[in-house]
């Protein structure tokens, strides 16, 4: 069988080019302690590796830098637009890191 440019490739060979299968952008302050938890959970349970930052971030490294890493290394993003979402300039960031 040969593989064609632009071909789906097996999951295994796609599964080893991410550290995270999930990258979730969210507010903390509107969606963290509800919304996000509960879907955090849900995939944690599914065996989905996510990334949330107050699950992820590690004492001692600037945020900002680990963030661009983790969403550079999300198979996929979720993003959970809520009231306050787009009134964050980090939040903002993200997206505009996201959309690259």
Known sequence: MSITPGASTPSS???????YD?????????????????????LKQKSIVTY??????????????????????????????SKNYASSSWCLEELVKIMD
């Open 52 to 81: 949330k930052d107050d699950e992820n971030i590690k004492q001692g490294k600037m945020i900002s830098d680990e963030l661009i890493e983790a969403i550079e290394d999300s198979k996929f993003i979720i993003i959970v637009f």
């Open 13 to 19: 060979s796609i599964q080893n080019s991410f550290n």
């Open 22 to 42: 999930v990258f979730l952008s969210f507010r903390g302050e509107d969606t963290r302690k509800n919304f996000v938890d509960h879907l955090y959970q849900a």
